[in-house]
């Protein structure tokens, strides 16, 4: 496959293009080659220019904040679309690398078989070995982190070592008494991340994931008396994040009780700057 794409290396198809890929690999046990000849050519033209595309994009590290059902889980898979980026959840980083077995997972699996917590030194050691991925060539969309004041120091001493840093910090602000809704309607592709509403951004086939056809699921604490301890956690450890970053002039406050589109149009006006 490298033979017939650009270089240097790009984010890697996350279309059917790559899974149809996948899957004739899986049946056939072959090479590339065989892979490639299965997949219709106007697939392979779509993500040659989506590559081509990305070669032109501005590198962005954007970190999005906001309380549980605020809105990111629906508006980061067009954030990472659009930019080129891959997205980073720390939680799926860390299962990931306890699964994997490296270094710094078999360190995260002993806190948690202890019934301690991973340290910060841990998820920020993860996270830059996730970021050296070529997905993550263009940049990345991190999820869940930082939460707190040394959490967001650490990252952004782990950027500078290499050059790089935080470029956006998308804070999304909605009542908490909207939220208690949105999180009580919410429903979730669980291997995609794609998010659904009940009232809001419902599914086009019921309790169907519309690109896939999969059963979506809902998390177990999406529900208004584990939400209302939540809040009051997230306001507590996150306004001294907002308030580190707004100093570097980082910050975009978003008014995210307000329809998908208009979201996204505030998102799009702040990541062109």
Request: hydrophobic letters at 35%; proline letters at 7%.
């Amino acid at each position: 496959r490298e033979a017939v794409l650009p270089s240097p290396p790009l984010p890697p198809p996350p279309s059917h293009a790559r899974a149809r890929a996948q899957q004739q690999e899986q049946r056939e046990g072959g090479g590339a080659m065989g892979s490639i000849a299965d997949i219709p050519t106007e697939e392979l033209m779509a993500e040659l220019r989506r590559r081509v595309e990305c070669a032109d994009k501005p590198e962005k590290r954007v970190i999005l904040v906001g309380p549980p059902g605020c809105g990111k889980g629906s508006q980061s898979p067009a954030i990472k679309e659009e930019h080129c980026l891959c997205h980073l959840a720390t939680g799926d980083m860390l299962r990931a690398a306890v699964k994997a077995g490296t270094e710094l997972g078999k360190k995260a699996k002993a806190a948690m078989d202890s019934g301690g917590l991973v340290s910060d030194d841990l998820v920020v050691g993860i996270i830059e070995d996730a970021v050296k991925a070529p997905e993550c060539s263009k940049g990345f969309i991190l999820d869940g982190f930082p939460r707190t004041l040394p959490q967001a120091e650490k990252l952004d001493a782990m950027l500078e070592k290499s050059g790089k840093k935080v470029d956006a910090v998308l804070d999304f602000k909605v009542p908490d008494e909207v939220l208690v809704d949105r999180v009580t309607g919410r429903w979730i592709h669980a291997a995609s991340g794609r998010s659904y509403h009940t009232k809001n951004k419902p599914p086009k086939v019921e309790g169907k994931d519309d690109i896939t056809g999969e059963p979506l699921m809902q998390r177990k604490d999406d529900n208004a008396e584990t939400l209302k301890s939540r809040l009051g956690a997230f306001h507590a450890q996150t306004q001294p994040v907002i308030d580190y970053y707004a100093k570097q002039n980082k910050v975009a406050t978003l008014d995210a009780n307000k329809s998908f589109g208009e979201v996204a149009a505030q998102i799009a006006a702040a990541l062109s700057k």
